[in-house]
């Protein structure tokens, strides 16, 4: 199967199709193929593709025995829907975060797939950030010694959050949690695994009714004895470090995130640029520890270089070769129940 290219239908044709999907897919033209982009309306601010087929006709996209992969980028509400609805024709899935509203909607949806003998999974493109997958390799290296703490932040300032709901309409997943807490409780769980334990908490800054605005998860590993924490804020007008990595021996820190959403804002695509998303020398992170003889050292970390196409490397693999998927179901379910938890007590 090596040199089959997989076939692509987008549902959606707004930002997350065209900013965080498309760009990545591709650059890799050698594996895939995107054949068809359905939307309920055509036209907007995003071009159509040359050679692309545009419709407002989802059933014929789904009947199409030429695609391979649905992709689901959609306003979340309608992600469980349009996902059963892709796995009943008999689509391999891939699907936005957040997944789907509950733990229970997503095991219905992993078990209509393996009934149907696809994949489907979410679109967790946040474990190529390179941020993340920096201050992994410094953890590895074991400067630090023993981690016994991880601190992910994903601050904004959103301050058009506390007027976009009267007091009486609160939506769940029109917030933060269903929205950015999913990077980085999905890249804590690639990291570390699924957490023996936790506490959620979320909050609506702007008063009951209005969207919740902030997180903060504690994820505990009691075996390995580590606290990892995902925490985020709206109204950040100055943003917190990206990671925070502390060890028996010493702490990493590297405050800004992952450059690749700049430069997609700007229209600066991975293809044909060898720099997208790199970061400067004055972005990489710090980190500063003890050795065996009790002398400090300070240094700059370069950050690892990453692409969201690696995203689209595995799941190339998996649906053209049968390997595993990358973001599993448990690591999806066990990630809804946190949401579920932060937001149960929310009105």
């Excluded at 390179?130 to 981690?147: F, H, I, M, N």
Aim: charged share 25%; with cysteine; glycine share 8%.
């Amino acid at each position: 199967m090596a040199d089959r290219i997989l076939n692509i239908g987008f549902i959606g044709n707004g930002k997350g199709t065209n900013r965080y999907h498309m760009p990545f897919s591709l650059a890799l033209p050698q594996k895939f193929l995107i054949k068809t982009v359905y939307a309920r309306h055509l036209g907007g601010q995003w071009a159509e593709l040359p050679g692309v087929e545009y419709t407002t006709n989802l059933e014929s996209m789904l009947a199409d025995p030429a695609i391979d992969v649905v992709e689901v980028s959609t306003p979340i509400p309608t992600h469980y829907a349009l996902t059963k609805q892709a796995l009943l024709a008999g689509k391999h899935v891939v699907c936005d975060k957040a997944f789907a509203e509950t733990a229970a909607q997503a095991e219905e949806l992993f078990s209509l797939a393996e009934a149907k003998g696809v994949t489907v999974q979410c679109y967790q493109n946040r474990r190529f950030d390179s941020d993340y997958l920096t201050a992994r390799k410094v953890a590895e290296s074991g400067k630090l010694g023993r981690v016994y703490e991880i601190v992910t932040h994903y601050d904004y300032w959103r301050e058009e959050f506390f007027r976009m709901a009267r007091e009486d309409a609160y939506e769940r997943m029109g917030g933060i949690v269903y929205g950015h807490s999913c990077h980085c409780v999905d890249q804590l769980i690639d990291w570390l695994g699924i957490p023996d334990r936790w506490h959620a908490e979320a909050r609506q800054l702007g008063g009951e009714g209005r969207p919740d605005m902030s997180f903060d998860f504690d994820l505990y590993y009691d075996e390995a004895d580590i606290k990892a924490t995902a925490a985020a804020s709206y109204l950040a007008a100055t943003q917190r470090p990206s990671f925070e990595v502390y060890g028996e021996r010493g702490t990493f820190i590297k405050v800004e995130k992952d450059q690749q959403e700049r430069d997609l804002k700007k229209f600066y695509l991975p293809a044909g640029h060898p720099d997208f998303g790199l970061d400067t020398p004055e972005q990489w992170g710090v980190l500063r520890y003890y050795d065996d003889e009790g002398r400090m050292h300070e240094e700059r970390v370069e950050t690892v270089r990453s692409t969201y196409s690696g995203f689209y490397e595995a799941l190339w693999e998996t649906v053209a070769n049968g390997a595993p998927q990358l973001v599993r179901p448990e690591e999806t379910i066990a990630q809804l129940r946190i949401l579920e938890d932060a937001t149960r007590d929310l009105r």
